[in-house]
Nanobody
Framework: QVQLVESGGGLVQAGGSLRLSCAAS????????IGWFRQASGKEREFVAA????????YYAESVKGRFTISKDNAGITVNLQMDSLKPEDTAVYYCAAATGRFAYSDFYYSATRYDYWGQGTQVTVSS
């Protein structure tokens, strides 16, 4: 059974940084996409960033481009989200998500409905 476990959330002042990690277990990921989504209180879940386990293209929401960086470790077990220059509007619960199989279209990376597995989420709070 696939398990995704996020860590690294917390409270930080605006302009600060946090690094989230997503540890995956239960199957071997190769060309499968893995993404980060977030959900602020009272809002819908939104795409943040995505990457393929085997490396290659990375995808970012416009709101985080230039500030957030998605990466994976060499063992391919953990995917990280480095968040710099954080803003109060980045406050949300951040979720790691994984899909099975290669996405046929790049648009799929941005859609939460395309992902099959989800972590429990980790809270990120940015104070002004």
């Amino acid at each position: 059974q696939v398990q995704l476990v996020e860590s690294g959330g917390g409270l930080v002042q605006a302009g600060g940084s946090l690094r989230l990690s997503c540890a995956a277990s239960g199957r071997t990921f190769s060309t499968d996409p893995i993404g980060w989504f977030r959900q602020a209180s009272g809002k819908e879940r939104e795409f943040v960033a995505a990457i393929v386990w085997s490396g290659g293209n990375k995808y970012y929401a416009e709101s985080v481009k230039g500030r957030f960086t998605i990466s994976k470790d060499n063992a391919g077990i953990t995917v990280n989200l480095q968040m710099d220059s954080l803003k109060p509007e980045d406050t949300a619960v951040y979720y790691c998500a994984a899909a099975t199989g290669r996405f046929a279209y790049s648009d799929f990376y941005y859609s939460a409905t395309r992902y099959d597995y989800w972590g429990q989420g980790t809270q990120v709070t940015v104070s002004s």
